[in-house]
Nanobody, 121 residues
């Protein structure tokens, strides 16, 4: 069974920084990509950033220049460094992984339970 566990969320002031972590565990043959999504109240879940196993990154326009995604393939872990945080960044942040649990099975997506990030005075 595959499990994704996020950590690092909390309350920060505007302009502050926060670092999120997501560790994947369980039976994993290969992780193709991992990413961070977020969902604010009343809004759709949206992609924040993603990274492939080869290190190719992608960012939402709203976070470019402020957030940095990175990964540690050996630890099956992805990070999201968030700087210059704004109130509009407030949301539940979810970790996602596209992976194969076995070489004979197709890759599919898995989700973490989410971690709350609140940016407020």
């Amino acid at each position: 069974q595959v499990q994704l566990v996020e950590s690092g969320g909390g309350l920060v002031q505007p302009g502050g920084s926060l670092r999120l972590s997501c560790a994947a565990s369980g039976r994993i043959f290969r992780i193709n990509a991992m990413g961070w999504y977020r969902q604010a109240p009343g809004k759709q879940r949206e992609l924040v950033a993603s990274i492939s196993s080869g290190g190719i990154t992608n960012y939402a326009d709203a976070v470019k220049g402020r957030f940095t995604i990175s990964g540690d393939n050996a630890k099956n872990t992805v990070y999201l460094q968030m700087n210059s945080l704004k109130p509009e960044d407030t949301a539940v942040y979810y970790c996602n992984a596209i992976l194969n649990v076995h070489y004979s099975e197709s890759a599919r997506g898995y989700w973490g339970k989410g971690t709350l990030v609140t940016v407020s005075l």
